[in-house]
């Protein structure tokens, strides 16, 4: 009786769940992270620059709006080339492996089987795999590829997604500084408000960077505020003393 008790129990599985954690879409948030940092420190800058040498906010937002297009643009242009490369690298090298595979094949069996053994294969089974891998060019240069060199296939599109992600990342970035000197009477009172609001943002942005980074949030945000802070301290100090010699 007892045992048809125990039978009748239900059994708890001892296996589990396993959840891994990981960052997707890396490439997107690095976009993102220099087109924000460099769109809300440089007009930030020259905004305060502006501050300390005139009092027109429309000549302020007028040299602010252009330096977003113009930043927003060669940032742009940066991060496409940036991701051309990358596709233009990975082809050249895939070509060259095609090219090996074909004129020294020995060698780059070797190669493979070099691959497996640090693996902790034995012998008879480098062997085999070796054979299994080279029958199909396609998935044993793809496998030289990811392991001898390190390179993962990148994404066709990524130069215009680069593009796109930063230059827009850079105009958010860059309108938050700008945008107090809209509603404001003159360049000091438009600095006053800009700089309250942009370090509020370089802080929260500085934070989420270093959380998405792994270093210390706080100390990582302080720094990218100070960065920001400094930057436009300096435009404001130069504007200053420029102005003060004419």
Not at 15 to 29: K, M, S
Not at 72 to 81: D, E, K, P, V
Not at 149 to 159: C, I, M, N, Q, V
Request: aromatic share 8%; net charge negative; proline share 3%.
């Amino acid at each position: 009786m007892a045992i048809q008790d125990n039978a009748e129990m239900p059994v708890k599985s001892s296996t589990h769940t396993h959840r891994e954690e990981h960052v997707f879409g890396a490439e997107t948030i690095r976009d993102i992270v220099i087109g924000m940092s460099d769109g809300l420190t440089v007009p930030f800058a020259l905004a305060a620059g502006l501050s300390g040498a005139v009092s027109s906010t429309n000549l302020i937002i007028i040299a602010g709006l252009a330096e977003i297009a113009a930043g927003s643009i060669a940032m742009g242009l940066g991060g496409y080339l940036a991701g051309k490369t990358e596709v233009d690298h990975y082809n050249s090298e895939m070509k060259r492996e095609y090219e090996e595979v074909e004129t020294v094949p020995e060698i780059e069996k070797q190669e493979l089987k070099t691959f497996f053994s640090s693996l902790g294969l034995s012998n008879d089974i480098q062997n085999q795999a070796v054979e299994e891998v080279s029958k199909d060019k396609e998935k044993w240069v793809e496998l030289m590829m990811k392991y001898e060199l390190g390179l993962e296939k990148p994404d066709p599109r990524r130069a215009a997604k680069s593009a796109f992600n930063i230059g827009v990342s850079y105009i958010v970035g860059g309108m938050i500084p700008l945008s107090p000197y809209f509603f404001a009477s003159n360049g000091l009172e438009g600095l006053k408000i800009s700089s309250v609001i942009t370090l509020v943002c370089l802080f929260v942005f500085g934070y989420f960077k270093s959380k998405f980074t792994g270093v210390n949030k706080v100390g990582g945000a302080f720094r990218v505020m100070m960065i920001g802070a400094i930057a436009a301290g300096c435009a404001f100090a130069i504007a200053r003393l420029i102005q003060g010699h004419y």
